[in-house]
């Protein structure tokens, strides 16, 4: 696997070439960013090597062709002198009682499947409780200082464990998290991709060849894990807040959990009931 997502720019403060590794993260060419935010290629060139000084109005243009996450539009923005165009509230703050409540009764309504939200680095943020009794299972070093859905997951004393087609499903989420980490330049993503890397069963894992998928092996890929007796077959969906302007809900993903058969779908509602 490349480790290019490793390489990231936070560290480079300069808006120019911050600007130039955007447009090379999503393969554009000078020519064709320019055509996009109808400016000169000439001038985006200066602008690139710092000869130019962009204005606000053509940072925020060039980010949104380039699908820049609103947290490093504003790291933009600052680059290049100016304040940051977008909030970044707290979810538990007043501002976001009407957001953060609807989010909590969409997962409640899941029951007794599992649901979480989670922020850009896969922490859970609200949880239902059908997930929350599966979070019990986990050892109390995991839990702490917030729950990561992807250390939660592939980390050998977490689920991982108990993930019965682990060489399937880790890996599906080891490249989830190294996307995740190059398509947006997160310096704490690209931290946690390369802890999660260092895991021994992860780096066995990646060392591995990988394995051709099986002909049974159905429309979705699944999450198959052996709960003492009980075997739990799960396949995800995911939502976002629609059309956000405050980074803090840009970053929001619902992930919800649903049984892939009828005896998975059975324990479910059975431990729902047993609570």
């Known amino acids: 696997m490349s480790r290019g997502w490793m390489a990231h720019s936070a560290a480079r403060r300069d808006v120019g070439p911050l600007l130039r590794d955007w447009r090379q993260r999503r393969k554009l060419s000078q020519m064709a960013l320019a055509l996009d935010v109808g400016v000169s ?33 504003n790291e933009l923005l600052l680059a290049a002198g100016y304040a940051p165009r ?21 997962l409640d309504a899941h029951e007794p499947y599992p649901g979480l939200a989670l922020d850009r680095c896969g922490n859970v943020v609200l949880a239902n409780a059908a997930a929350q009794r599966l979070t019990t299972l986990l050892p109390p070093a995991l839990l702490q200082p917030r729950l990561n859905i992807y250390r939660a997951s592939l980390h050998p004393e977490g689920f991982a464990a108990a993930t019965r087609n682990f060489a399937d499903w880790g890996r599906h989420l080891v490249h989830e998290l190294a996307w995740l980490a190059e398509s947006t330049g997160d310096a704490e993503l690209a931290a946690l991709a390369e802890e999660v890397m260092a895991y021994p069963n992860v780096a066995a894992l990646m060392a591995a060849r990988p394995q051709a998928p099986s002909d049974a ?9 052996q709960l003492g007796a009980q075997r739990l077959t799960l396949f995800t969906a995911r939502a976002a807040i629609g059309a956000p302007r405050d980074v803090t809900l840009a970053e929001l993903t619902l992930e919800l959990f649903y049984p892939a058969d009828g005896a998975s779908e059975a324990a479910l509602r059975a431990a729902a009931t047993r609570a």
């Open 41 to 73: 290629p000439r001038h985006l060139s200066f602008v690139e090597t710092g000869r130019s000084r962009p204005s606000a109005e053509l940072l925020l243009s060039m980010s949104e062709h380039l699908a820049v996450p609103l947290r490093q539009r």
């Open 217 to 225: 092996g159905g429309l979705v890929l699944t999450c198959e894990m």
């Open 86 to 106: 977008y909030s970044e509230t707290r979810l538990d703050a007043p501002d976001l009682h009407a957001v953060r409540s609807a989010l909590q009764r969409l």
